[in-house]
């Protein structure tokens, strides 16, 4: 049995070792939170998870109930592959007591953070922030057309540039050339 994200799985097949807690744990999305099984399935040395819904659940499409398992392997798992099934036993309740704790800790730890900017702020100060201590908000992004019309202002400024070059080039080597008739007739 593994508990991860607050929900309790068991293995119900094991097919050639493929059940791998730690690998489980890292690709684990809460995207999976609300199937009631999960399949996992390793092809090129990637573990890859997807999520089943009980055969008698309202909404789900056929495909994608506990029954349609066993197709989905052999359709779309590479032949012979390892691969495990889990199912969801229920949500683990966290006890009241420990709830209580961990929400006064990060509290107390966004206030901490709070204050830090604060001070950070008073003192004008320009030093950077702590790893892994990150303002609230990230810096937007350019947006794609702005970027590319950018980029395309570059080249055609670059490619003036070269033209004008060019064109100077030419000139210089037609005075040059004047020159050069100038002194030969004289």
């Known amino acids: 049995m593994i508990v991860i994200g607050n929900k309790s799985y068991e293995v119900l097949k094991d097919h050639r070792n493929g059940w791998n807690p730690e690998a489980f744990r890292e690709r684990y ?3 999976l939170d609300r199937y009631d099984y999960i399949v996992g399935d390793w092809g090129y040395n990637q573990l890859r998870l997807k999520g089943f819904y009980r055969d008698n659940h309202p909404k789900a499409p056929k495909d ?23 199912q969801k036993l229920k ?7 420990a709830k209580d704790v961990k929400d006064a800790k990060d509290s107390k730890d966004s206030k901490d953070a709070k204050d830090a900017d604060a001070a950070r702020e008073s003192r004008g100060s320009a030093e950077p922030r702590p790893e892994g201590e990150a303002k609230g908000k ?7 057309e702005a ?13 003036a540039h ?16 004047s020159k050069e008739a100038e002194t030969t007739k004289a």
């Open 91 to 97: 949500d683990v309740k966290e006890p009241k007591e």
């Open 64 to 86: 994608a109930t506990f029954s349609s398992v066993s197709d989905y392997i052999n359709e779309y798992c590479n032949f012979g592959c390892a691969h495990f099934v889990l």
């Open 162 to 177: 070269r033209e004008s070059k060019e064109k100077r080039s030419h000139k210089e080597a037609a005075k040059d050339a």
């Open 29 to 31: 999305s809460e995207v």
């Open 147 to 159: 970027r590319e019309s950018r980029e395309r202002e570059g080249k055609r400024e670059a490619r």
């Open 138 to 144: 990230k810096e937007p992004r350019e947006p794609r």
